[in-house]
């Protein structure tokens, strides 16, 4: 069977044998699954699926009846399999983080929250699957802005999962002294439990001033001594 991705649009059309003239005929388009026909009563025309609830692809038969001027029908179909579109994530480049040198952890930012798009459904939590080099990452994971935020020292196997909400708490420190862009990798899931495929790219630029240093002056006299 033909696989479909639910919420994407796939054109069919129909054919008779060599001499019928396709003018004499009346046609109606129907569908075993939900979906919507751009003109269900053409020799032609576009289904798009509606979204399949959960992670797993059901069976879909596309139908189209064809009636002659005496009332006699016949069909044609094709079978399908329409599946969920899984969720996608956004790479994302948040503002410069300025790290200022000889401080320690004394530089910590808010970066931009997570985000990603789902077709048939939304994005319900943001998977980090890396740590971030050059610096440390620090979250609210109890919704409590009177607790210290959590630093995340190590990844589980499978990533480390944020809510919407958390992921606009998640703060960067960068290492001292550390200059460049700061990278990690994340996930989205949907509200059917599907994960995205590939992962997406987070940048942190920071930025480390240079340090001016200070000369001192020893002033020389007149007699050179």
């Not at 003018?23 to 025309?45: D, E, I, L, Q, V």
């Not at 997406?200 to 050179?224: H, L, M, R």
Request: hydrophobic share 30%; proline share 8%.
């Amino acid at each position: 069977p033909l696989a479909m991705s639910a919420g994407n649009t796939y054109g069919f059309s129909v054919s008779l044998p060599a001499g019928y003239n396709m003018s004499n005929y009346f046609y109606h388009w129907t569908a075993s699954c939900s979906g919507r026909f751009s003109s269900p009563f053409g020799t032609s025309t576009t289904f798009t699926p509606d979204a399949v609830p959960g992670t797993s692809c059901i069976n879909c038969r596309i139908i189209v009846t064809v009636t002659d001027k005496c009332g006699r029908e016949f069909y044609q179909s094709a079978d399908l399999t329409v599946c969920p579109t899984p969720p996608v994530p956004k790479n994302i480049t948040t503002s410069v983080i300025t790290n200022a040198p000889g401080t320690g952890a004394q530089n910590v930012g808010q970066i931009f929250p997570m985000a990603g798009t789902d077709a048939d459904g939304y994005v319900v939590t943001y998977t980090i699957k890396s740590i971030p080099t050059g610096g440390k990452l620090y979250y609210d994971n109890d919704n409590n802005a009177s607790t210290p935020d959590v630093q995340i020292t190590s990844i589980p196997t499978g990533g480390l999962a944020l809510t919407k909400v958390q992921t606009k708490t998640v703060k960067f420190d960068p290492d001292e002294n550390y200059n460049g862009n700061s990278i990690f990798q994340y996930s989205v899931t949907d509200n059917s439990g599907m994960e995205s495929v590939s992962t997406a790219t987070y940048t942190i630029p920071v930025n480390t001033p240079p340090v001016c240093k200070t000369f001192i002056c020893t002033p020389v006299s007149s007699n050179g001594k």
